[in-house]
């Protein structure tokens, strides 16, 4: 069924405009901030990856997967690309071979703990366009629309 424009309902414009506006948000905010990212040669995915385990510790690939919200065949690509960098290692659980941690390598704690204040001041320069309680409003809008699909199943 195509439907024209000049058919949505009120519901459907607001909606689509909602939606619209959210994803160039995103797309301009997440533009600007991983402009630090790429000037240390890292990807979103990979310096979230480092990030994790820079204020969690050494994390398995699952558990990675699902703080950055990726999947975990994406994660072990991710991870062989920080691996070849020396920026992480996996280490298999003696008890259980086929658990495997990943840790951050001298490399790798050196990089994060250099990146990460410069990302967090571009994260605080896009947000600060917003007063503290606008912050508070998004962050719970974001929360309603990401748990959605937890809260439908019950």
Known sequence: MNKSPSTFTDSEKRALNA??????????VTGRTTRVMAASDLTISQFGILEALFHKGPLCQRD?????LKSTGNITMVIDNLERRRLVRRERAAEDRRYITIHLTDAGQLLIA????????AILEEMGILKETEQDELGRLCRVLGLKERREKG
């Open 114 to 121: 250099e990146v990460f204040p410069r990302v967090l001041a």
């Open 64 to 68: 990675i997967a699902t703080k950055i």
């Open 19 to 28: 939606y619209t506006k959210l994803m160039r948000a995103a797309e301009s």
